[in-house]
């Protein structure tokens, strides 16, 4: 894995508007003046790696609705029946991420955006059409789209008759951009679906979900997290309607982009290499370790502790319910560029990778997307 300078596409920015990523100048969001290099056989061993921790993430999901652990999941138990459901009817999941740390030839779990993960676009297409550009020689791992198109086509005979619907909070480019470009997907794979933001959801007189214009919705895919969800004033009708409205990302998802779970993967898993000690409420004789909320986006009120003293840290409005203790995993660097790999998932199948960059310890929303190839 190496970083390499490289010369921006003449026009570029126009090149990127054209094909939706509207929010490329966001914080200098994406980063087209370098590129990560991989030989091939490192991108089988994230391939690899990525089936593997899904795997056993599947497998904690099994372990918390058998053993009934949603208290330490900080969920309510009013909303066991609708996880329980989606798991055992094995509700449709269009992606996720997994975001990695390889460095020296070692891969590492950080977390896990099974909910709401975004810079799906730029996985997928920006830095697809980059490499054409730059040298259709190499390849990259990114089978993003193709596998999204064939994997809704799938998802079909799995969701409720009438509309699929798509939703995202107002006012925030990049949620709304993903989201349209799933649609795109789903347009493609031959499913009729519309747009609704999600703050003009509601109810009816008879507690089912409809439009701010009164339409039905049978399924709906909302980039919206579950623990948000189940604090809404609507949350006591998602129980209600689980036989008139499917969505998606499913409920059990609650536990996988619930950063307890990193604590049961170790309990779990603890000789995966791929696997880092973590504990609930205290570092457990750890050194040197992320602390990050329960419940957080976008390394908000994350520090990095390295002998007891605090090295970096991020603010933010999260932590309510309590910290987990990771350890520490470094980054690679590159010339003060740290590199945090996002492995996707369609359908659960790994897809093809994402990198963002930081100048600091803590990946956040002021990260750098940069394109990857591999020879």
């Known amino acids: 894995m190496q970083r390499i300078a490289i010369t921006p596409r003449p026009n570029w920015t126009q090149k990127v508007e054209e094909q939706g990523f509207l929010f490329y100048d966001l914080n200098n969001y994406y980063n087209e003046t370098a590129a990560y290099a991989f030989r091939a056989d490192e991108i089988d061993a994230l391939e690899k790696a990525t089936a593997e921790i899904f795997d056993m993430c599947l497998a904690v999901v099994e372990h918390v609705i058998a053993n009934k652990l949603y208290s330490d999941f900080h969920i309510h138990a009013a909303f066991a029946d609708l996880i329980e459901r989606s798991w055992e009817e094995d509700q449709p999941s ?32 920006i830095q697809w059409y980059w490499l054409q550009e730059f040298d259709p020689v190499y390849d990259q791992f990114n089978s993003i789209h193709e596998k999204l198109v064939a994997h809704l086509q799938d998802c079909a005979a799995h969701l409720k008759p009438g509309t699929l619907w798509f939703t995202s909070v107002k006012d925030n480019v990049e949620d709304f951009m993903t989201v349209k470009y799933l649609q795109d997907c789903a347009l493609q794979a031959g499913l009729a679906n519309d747009f609704v933001h999600i703050e003009d959801l509601g109810v009816n007189e008879l507690g089912e ?10 399924n709906i895919f909302k980039l919206y997290p579950w623990e948000w969800m189940f604090n809404e004033e609507f949350s006591p009708y998602l129980g209600h309607n689980m036989d008139k409205t499917l969505w998606i990302e499913p ?90 790999i996002g492995s996707w998932l369609i359908g659960g199948e790994p897809a093809g990778i994402g990198i963002r960059e930081s100048d600091g310890l803590i990946t956040g929303n002021t990260s750098r997307f940069c394109p990857h190839y591999f020879a």
């Open 94 to 125: 269009f992606y996720g991420r997994l975001d990695l740390a390889y460095n020296n030839g070692q891969i590492k779990l950080l977390e896990f955006n099974a909910d709401t993960p975004t810079s799906l676009l730029e996985a997928s297409v």
């Open 209 to 218: 979900f409809m439009t701010g214009s009164g339409q039905p919705v049978p």
């Open 251 to 340: 409920p059990y998802k609650a536990i996988l982009s619930n950063k307890m779970l990193l604590v049961y993967l170790h309990k779990l898993f603890p000789n995966s290499p791929y696997i880092l000690s973590a504990h609930y409420n205290g570092p457990g004789g750890l050194q040197h370790y992320a602390k990050k909320p329960v419940f957080s986006r976008e390394g908000a009120n994350v520090s990095i502790i390295q002998n007891g003293a605090v090295v970096e840290q991020q603010g933010g409005d999260y932590g309510e319910e309590g910290f987990i203790y990771q350890q520490y995993a470094p980054l690679p660097e590159f010339g003060g560029n740290k590199a945090v």
